[in-house]
């Protein structure tokens, strides 16, 4: 496995693997990794003869301080991981090598689609996850790219920016990954406490009976019924909880649409901000 942090360097690793006839499968990450990152090196392996990984925590999509500050980094044992899984390259550039000058523009109309769920909480997160993806796709040029589900919103973004941009690859997704409990693999769940992490599988388990009873009540009963069952640990504070449909993300009213549904929440515990969902007719 080779790693490199000048996009220089990178650009001609992945030109040389072009040149030769081989695909490449790219997986972009922001490290401390865990099986749901491997799971994603998992797909591009099967599909690819090279697998890239990135490794890089992008500034410009945190819309608070000290949530990049805090962000868990890792990066001896993330690529003990890679290379054990398989991964061919690593880029692990650093923020000056990326953003040279500040950060540069880019004007996309995502509709509606940035601006819901994570987008009304986190504004200029999606505009910052377009930017570096977008630059991650020019200097891996990447074949097939993987992401996972547990960031849905995100994934349809970047089908967004694909689709807009006209860009020459092909947007995988995949599973979300969970700890026995239930609880979405996430690197943010290294910053829960002890006691934090042993009822943190709430979420996971009222989107379970939210599973159970769609199409039961009403949307709108459903939805409160959610949010009171996890506000009810004092422990935790919903930001967000909504059954929306998963082509656009609009908030459905009925169970006209069920096929479509998909539960999209968001969760303080303590101070950790975790996110998940669940498609209720499938
Ligand atoms: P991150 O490092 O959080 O930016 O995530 C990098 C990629 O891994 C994104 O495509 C995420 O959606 C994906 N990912 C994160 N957590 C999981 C999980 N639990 N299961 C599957 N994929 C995940």
Not at 85 to 91: H, I, N
Request: with cysteine.
């Amino acid at each position: 496995m080779k790693t490199y942090s000048l996009i220089s360097e990178m650009v001609k690793a992945v030109q040389k693997e072009h040149k030769a006839g081989r695909s490449i499968g790219f997986v972009p990450t922001m490290g401390a990794l865990h099986d749901g990152h491997l799971s994603l090196v998992e797909e591009s392996r099967k599909a690819n003869d090279i697998t890239v990984c990135s490794i890089f925590v992008n500034p410009i999509q945190f819309n608070k301080k000290k949530d990049l500050e805090k962000y868990p980094h890792n990066l001896n044992e993330d690529l003990r991981l890679l290379q054990s899984a398989g991964c061919d390259y690593v880029f692990i550039p650093e923020d000056k090598e990326i953003y040279p000058e500040g950060t540069t523009g880019l004007e996309i109309n995502f509709g509606t689609l940035d601006k819901v769920l994570e987008g009304k909480f986190r504004p200029s997160h999606f505009k910052g996850v377009a930017i570096i993806v977008k630059k991650l796709f020019e200097i891996i040029a990447p074949d097939n790219a993987y992401f996972g589900k547990k960031d849905y919103q995100q994934l349809l973004v970047i089908r967004n920016l694909v689709s807009v941009l006209q860009l020459p690859v092909k947007i995988h997704a995949c599973p979300t990954f969970r700890e026995p409990d239930g609880l979405a693999m996430s690197s943010r769940n290294l910053q829960l406490t002890i006691g934090e992490r042993e009822i943190a599988s709430l979420i996971y388990q009222t989107l379970c009976k939210v599973k159970e009873k769609a199409g039961h009540l009403p949307v709108k009963e459903l939805r409160q019924w959610a949010i009171k069952k996890i506000n009810s640990n004092p422990a935790f504070s919903v930001e967000y909880f909504e059954i929306v449909d998963k082509n656009d993300l609009h908030i459905l009213e009925s169970w006209k649409e069920k096929e479509n549904a998909l539960a999209c929440t968001a969760v303080f515990l303590g101070d950790v901000r975790l996110i998940d969902n669940m498609e209720l007719f499938s």
